[in-house]
């Protein structure tokens, strides 16, 4: 969430994929380019930072400079779902720093977002041919509803390593290895301002409420914490030993 979450990366990664031994890490950049959308510049940031691969969302037009870079940068992806013509890729078999390979694949939620695509039909296309490249793939599942994020997870369980949900900004305390071995948590959380309304300063928000009236949103700014989770895959079955829930706080300088 805009220069604060990026700050919480770059400070909060090195160390946690030292700990846990991370050899992949993926981030939803959603909201990394002043609270909405993704840039070439903040995607760079991010990477440097040591991210591997970035999601996005229903936001990801937002900076339309985007969509070039997304069609020759293979490490940004965008929802599957989109429509064909749209730029970039839903997913990708990318290669771990163990000289593996794991397949990632983005979709958006459809309840109380844009009417795109079907997210269950599509995942079954695009699974079918990551699965022919690797047996490590992961899930982003950028959606509103959480019944949808669960049915999602429901469905893939057993056909993927992990569905991971994004968008909400709070993460959910439902992390589990399903009964297929796929690992599952309904939100990730956010990666940002702690001090804040899903990382925006709260005053315009709580205004907002009692008015009724646009006001000008802003990034807040302060201590911020880093939110994700620690999956541990087979790679030789692709299934997940374990999921972890993960709260970095970072002091603000």
């Known amino acids: 969430m805009g220069a604060p979450g990026r700050a919480a990366v770059r400070t909060a990664l090195p160390d946690l994929v030292q700990r846990h031994e991370i050899g992949f890490t993926i981030a939803n ?8 959308g993704l840039t070439p510049d903040t995607a760079e940031e991010l990477f440097d930072a040591g991210v591997d691969v970035l999601t996005t969302g229903n936001h990801v037009w937002r ?5 070039d870079f997304m069609e020759a940068e293979r490490r940004v992806l965008r929802p599957a779902n989109f429509p064909p013509a749209t730029p970039g890729r839903g997913g990708d078999v990318f290669s771990t720093a163990s000289n593996g390979t794991v397949g990632v694949l983005c979709l958006v939620g459809r309840i109380f977002m844009e009417p795109l695509d079907c997210p269950f039909r599509t995942a079954d296309r695009e699974i079918a041919a990551l699965r022919g490249k690797t047996k490590l793939i992961v899930v982003d599942v950028h959606a509103e509803a959480t019944s949808e994020k669960i049915a999602l997870g429901r469905y893939l ?3 993927v390593s992990a569905v991971l949900g994004t968008h909400t900004h709070v993460q959910t305390a439902d992390e589990k290895t399903l009964a297929g071995g796929t690992a599952y948590i309904t939100d990730v959380g956010m990666t940002g301002p702690v001090e804040s ?4 300063t709260p005053g315009p928000v709580i205004d907002r409420f009692l008015t009724g009236m646009p006001t000008r949103f802003q ?4 201590s911020a914490a880093l939110n994700a989770a620690v999956v541990n895959i087979d790679t030789e079955t692709g299934t997940a030993r374990s999921i972890t829930r993960v709260i970095e706080p970072i002091e603000a300088k």
């Open 29 to 36: 950049g959603e909201n990394a380019a002043g609270g909405l």
């Open 63 to 67: 900076h339309r400079e985007i969509a």
């Open 157 to 159: 369980d057993g056909r």
């Open 197 to 200: 309304v899903l990382g925006i």
């Open 219 to 222: 990034v807040a700014k302060g």
